[in-house]
């Protein structure tokens, strides 16, 4: 049964810091365009705070689906999708936002961890992508993946984060090109350092942070609305033309690293 939305976009990790900020600006584009938005809120269950997300955003207008899915297992998002299109009558676009990093260093990690980096981080996006596939070719919709500017540098620390985050910024170019021929547009966006639930333990320390924010050329910690914005962007018709791209969305953190050399004349 269709939901009769003009525009109806899945957003996975919607209840995180990033997800909610995407819910709520693909909803104001929805609206400055004059259409209905319909979300299909994805968290890995359904708790106190999807139910929080569905009432908030429900209250804008938009018609909302909370639906709750481990994206680690293939089981799991095959399902997720089957409700997904079966609830909304299909989608417009997908953003697979949701994702992890954990602590482990390669030397002691464990192949369980490595997998189940990989399989969050990476095979999700895929696997949304897939199942999502024939709807998306119908409606010329889109897919938008939150990368990170680990998939672009190592992170030492982080054993398998950074190859899967790097993994999925190749799966996005790759996607976009088997999939252009059907209309299907695929993006992606690296977030340099965001203060969300998920670093706000680090952003407690009050020294931390302005070393953080030190390192930063736009001199500050991004929130999630800078990352909701270029998926917004990536989205959306202005982007007509843009497919397999990675667009980092970091304050111009990636490229300062010359800039941080002692002795060197300093840009800054
Ligand atoms: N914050 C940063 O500085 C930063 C920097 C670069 C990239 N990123 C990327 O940005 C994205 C959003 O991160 P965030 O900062 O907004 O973190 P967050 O607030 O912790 O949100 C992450 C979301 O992912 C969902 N998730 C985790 N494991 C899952 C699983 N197995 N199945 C389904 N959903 C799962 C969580 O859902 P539940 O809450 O329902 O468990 C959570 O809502 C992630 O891909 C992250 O890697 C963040």
């Known amino acids: 049964m269709s939901v009769g939305a ?13 997800g909610r900020a995407i819910c709520h600006a693909m909803i104001d584009a929805s609206l400055v365009a004059n259409r209905s938005p319909a979300i299909v809120a994805v968290g890995s269950r359904a708790d106190a705070k999807l139910a929080v997300l569905q009432e908030e955003l429900e209250t804008r207008g938009a018609k909302v689906f909370a639906l709750a899915a481990d994206l680690t297992s293939v089981k799991a998002v095959r399902s997720l999708m ?10 417009d676009c997908v953003v697979s936002n949701a994702g992890r990093s954990s602590a482990a260093r390669l030397a ?16 999700a996006t895929w696997l949304l992508a897939k199942e999502a596939y024939e709807s998306l070719a119908r409606r010329k919709g889109n897919i938008v993946a939150v990368a990170s500017m680990s998939g672009l540098y190592p992170h030492p620390g982080y054993g398998a984060y950074s190859p899967a985050k790097a993994a999925l910024i190749m799966l996005c170019r790759q996607l976009a090109q088997e999939w252009a021929p059907s209309g299907i547009r695929v993006n992606a966006v690296s977030p340099g350092m965001i203060h969300t639930p998920l670093t706000d333990v ?5 020294d931390v942070r302005a070393k953080r924010e030190a390192m930063v050329p736009l001199s500050r910690i991004g929130r ?3 990352i909701a914005r270029a998926v917004v962007f990536l989205a959306g018709p202005d982007a007509s033309y843009i497919t397999g791209e990675n ?11 010359l800039s941080m050399i002692p002795g ?5």
């Open 6 to 18: 003009d525009y109806t976009t899945l957003v996975t990790g919607a209840a995180g810091g990033i």
């Open 82 to 91: 089957e409700r997904a299109l079966e609830c909304t009558g299909g989608l």
């Open 108 to 123: 002691q990690m464990s192949a369980e961890q490595w997998d189940d980096c990989f399989a969050l981080n990476a095979r």
């Open 202 to 206: 680090v952003y407690q320390d009050a």
């Open 224 to 226: 999630p609305e800078d």
């Open 247 to 257: 667009l980092r969305v970091d304050g111009g953190l990636c490229d300062g690293l």
């Open 264 to 268: 060197r004349t300093a840009s800054r």
